[in-house]
């Protein structure tokens, strides 16, 4: 059954006890209809309401469901990738579990994956049910998305999205990169990024567990990506560039301070030393800063050759639905 599984539901959730039942019964549905062969993973985020014992009773009842609980609360970016990573079906699909996302838009998000070849598509919620403070710094962070990018989505955060196995396999997440999922495929080398006008739903039960901050860490999270994306692997190319440049600067200011003295001695001009002059200690600074970034573009590309990546970090309490 492993190999043969085409769908497989991804939903990160941090007490949303309510909705699971609804939720669930939504997609079985819409899977019954559409026959397909599928799982539902419900990653339970550290709750400390009843959500991990009503997803433990789902499992019990629907052999497709499986259920990981983590043993406090990581981060919906934990949460993604620990159900990326144990997603077997060949498209992955991810939902909101708070009923924002309709399950009903699974059977063309999973079409425009396997015949229309994406290797991500994107939900757009055209119209939103969220208040002003929520929308204006939306659009506001996805035209700098958009710019930084060139990735050219209306929503980056749609929390309803689809994506080849392959995309997700290849993903590395932490901190909040879950607002930047759409950027982190792409330079990852998978640039086929398409986008569909989604239904989005007004909240049903209980209230956003998300505030104002989140746009600041989604903001300086999409620095960092654009950061590492670019020079994790040849850290010599940032560090080193604005080393030798400077470095250049500062030699060259130390060059006209000499040969300025020099020239004044030689037509028995008044002069001062070097030293005296304010130049130089700016030259001074530029030169020890210029060698401080070139070793440390050194230093970085040692560590590179000689580091590994691991991954998986975060602490699982229970497992449920048939995990190995």
């Known amino acids: 059954m492993t190999d043969k599984l085409q769908l497989s539901v991804v939903i990160p959730l941090y007490n949303e006890d309510e909705s699971l039942p609804e939720l669930h019964d939504w997609i079985v549905r819409v899977m019954t209809e559409q026959g397909y062969l599928y799982e539902i993973l419900f990653i339970d985020d550290g709750s400390t309401d009843r959500s991990w014992e009503v997803i433990s009773r789902l499992s019990e009842r629907n052999p497709n469901v499986r259920g990981i609980r983590f043993t406090r609360n990581y981060g919906k ?19 909101d579990a ?7 838009e699974i059977p063309e998000l999973y079409r425009m994956i396997t015949v229309e070849g994406y290797d991500l598509v994107s939900g757009w919620k055209q119209k939103r049910y969220d208040p002003l403070t929520k929308t204006i710094p939306t ?6 998305s958009r710019w930084v990018s060139g990735v050219h989505l209306h929503d980056f955060n749609s929390g309803i999205k689809a994506y080849r196995q392959a995309v997700v396999k290849s993903m590395n997440l932490y901190g909040e990169m879950h607002r930047n999922l759409p950027i982190v495929a792409k330079w990852n080398g998978f640039s086929k990024i398409g986008e569909k006008v989604v239904q989005h739903q007004a909240r049903k039960y209980g209230t956003t567990k998300f505030g104002l901050d989140r ?4 903001f300086l999270d999409l620095l960092v990506i654009a950061f590492v994306q670019k020079f994790s692997r040849r850290p ?25 003295k020099l020239y004044n001695i030689a037509k028995h001009l008044k002069y001062r030393n070097v030293t005296d002059n304010p130049l130089f200690f700016l030259a001074l600074v530029a030169i020890i800063l210029g060698v401080q970034l070139f070793l440390a573009g050194f230093l970085g590309e040692m560590l590179v ?3 590994t990546t691991k991954t998986g970090d975060y602490l699982i309490a229970e497992k449920t639905g048939g995990l190995n």
């Open 139 to 144: 659009k506001f962070f996805n035209a700098v």
């Open 77 to 95: 970016t934990a949460a993604l990738q620990t159900g990326f990573q144990a997603s077997r079906g060949q498209v992955v699909i991810t939902l």
């Open 236 to 260: 010599m190319h940032f560090f080193g560039t604005f080393g030798s440049l400077s470095f250049f600067v500062g030699t060259l200011i130390t060059i006209y301070l000499i040969g300025e």
């Open 98 to 104: 708070d009923l924002q996302d309709s399950p009903d």
């Open 215 to 218: 746009f600041i860490n989604g």
């Open 305 to 307: 050759r000689q580091s």
